[in-house]
């Protein structure tokens, strides 16, 4: 398992509020260092949040794995499209759980960023901006990033082949077949493409935040993201 800290300026947009998690208001590196531990999506455990109680927000929501899954298909969003998202416990202290995702738009050849939450877990479309009116208590309508979170964004246009500058390096957008599905990969040492799949943050610290990319062969078969 490789773990990442990659020392690149304006980075990593934080968005949560508090010493403890990614803010929005400040910048942070993204520095190579070691997660001491890894834990997959579907293994990360979330409590049952309740920001009324003053619950705590671990940095995940539940059944975020789908985000991915090619199979899984909703009104605005599908995982055949989403490239990949972003949990762990350096997004903790959230007002919402929420994770960072990211979505390959294949109309506009632009990648659409949002947080998916448990409430309201896909994008909303632009012809339907309240569509997490009342999901989550909270008086957002919609689970669009504010502009606070603009450091966050994969700003352009792509189609396929082209080479995306993302804060985990150089990746090159691919559509894959059986099933067809958008992804992003990069070249292991043995010639194969990883592609990334997830992105699992494990801690911030005045010298960053520490973080595993994790990535899945066209096979589906897990790797690491070099």
């Known amino acids: 398992m490789q773990h990442r800290h990659c020392l690149i300026s304006v980075l990593w947009a934080c968005h949560i509020q508090g010493f403890h998690g990614i803010r929005h208001e400040e910048n942070v590196n993204l520095t190579r260092g070691t997660c001491k531990t ?37 009104k605005s969003t599908s995982g055949a499209d989403v490239l990949f998202y972003s949990y762990g416990p350096a997004w903790t202290g959230t007002a919402r759980p929420q994770v960072a995702a990211y979505k390959y738009n294949s109309e506009t050849g632009e990648i659409d960023f949002w947080y998916a939450r448990r409430e309201c877990f896909e994008m909303c479309a632009s012809s339907d901006e309240k569509c997490c009116r009342g999901a989550d208590g909270f008086l957002s309508e919609n689970n669009w990033p504010s502009w606070l979170s603009a450091p966050l964004a994969i700003k352009g246009t792509f189609g396929e082949n082209s080479e995306i500058s993302t804060k985990f390096g150089k990746l090159v957008l691919k559509k894959l077949m059986d099933p067809e599905r958008w992804r992003v990969g990069t070249a292991l040492k043995d010639g194969r493409l990883c592609f990334l799949d997830h992105v699992y943050a494990c801690a911030k610290s005045l010298w960053g935040v520490d973080y595993v990319a994790k990535g899945k062969l066209e096979s589906g078969v897990p790797c690491d993201i070099p």
């Not at 997959?40 to 671990?58: F, T």
């Not at 929501?61 to 090619?70: F, K, Y």
Request: glycine share 10%.
């Open 38 to 74: 890894y834990v997959a999506p579907a293994d990360y455990k979330v409590l049952d949040h309740d920001w009324r109680k003053g619950d705590p927000n671990l940095g995940g929501i539940e059944q975020m794995e789908r985000l991915t899954d090619p199979n899984w298909h909703g």
